[in-house]
């Protein structure tokens, strides 16, 4: 949301003063909006650096506030029913030259050794990746109880462009799963 804001103040702000505006409000909207992209770069630098010492290889996860999370699921038609301590935005960081087989080798260890570290934790995603078969096992069998979802689609807040990298072409995807204390 921030990016939107701040391409959009930024536009706004160029615009008024080509017209001779009064933009201050759009400027000092722009210079948040901005340090906000700016932090957020260092929260997610500062994430993958302890995703990776969590042990997790392509997977970062990235720490947000539980009743976003909520928020998120909540306006894009998907519905948890327990509640967990944390929630993660879980991000898929794919290097190039990568064979399907070992990034799905790889990714189903990742997302298994997070389930296993972090219980009592809903973890959420929009990805167009494929999801190992142990997950999307594991997925069926929580949203029986409603502690999981997996849909077509993106959420409500659609991403900003050339912000993530599209796997399967057209194939995009959200879901949410909470791993309770004791389910591991």
């Given amino acids: 949301m ?10 706004v702000v160029v615009a008024g003063r080509l017209d001779g505006l009064h933009v201050m409000p759009f400027f000092c909207l722009n210079i948040i909006t901005g340090t906000a992209v700016l932090y957020y770069y260092y929260y997610q630098s500062s994430a993958r ?23 998120m699921i909540s306006i894009s038609g998907g519905k ?6 944390r929630a993660f935005e879980v991000h898929i960081d794919v290097p190039a030259g990568l064979s399907l087989h070992r ?4 990714l189903d260890g990742d997302l ?12 959420f995603w929009e990805t167009t990746a494929p ?4 997950i999307r096992g594991l997925i069926r069998e929580k949203s029986k109880n409603g502690n999981a ?4 689609g993106g959420w409500a807040i659609p991403r900003f462009p050339f912000t993530g990298r599209n796997m399967k072409k057209g194939v995009l995807r959200r879901g949410a799963i909470l ?5 591991v």
């Avoid at 050794?113 to 809903?122: C, Q, V, Y």
């Avoid at 999801?131 to 142990?134: A, D, E, G, Q, T």
């Avoid at 979802?149 to 077509?152: E, I, L, S």
């Avoid at 791993?179 to 389910?183: N, P, V």
């Fill in 103 to 106: 990034f799905l080798k790889t």
């Fill in 112 to 123: 298994n050794l997070a389930r296993i570290k972090l219980p009592d934790t809903l973890f």
């Fill in 149 to 152: 979802f997996w849909k077509p």
């Fill in 179 to 183: 791993i309770q204390k004791g389910e």
């Fill in 80 to 85: 948890i029913a327990g509640r967990g301590r």
């Fill in 131 to 134: 999801i190992p078969s142990s």
């Fill in 2 to 11: 921030a990016l939107y804001l701040f391409f959009a103040s930024a536009v």
């Fill in 49 to 71: 650096k302890w995703s990776r010492e969590l042990g997790l290889k392509h997977v970062v996860l990235l720490p947000v506030h539980y009743r976003w999370a909520m928020a």
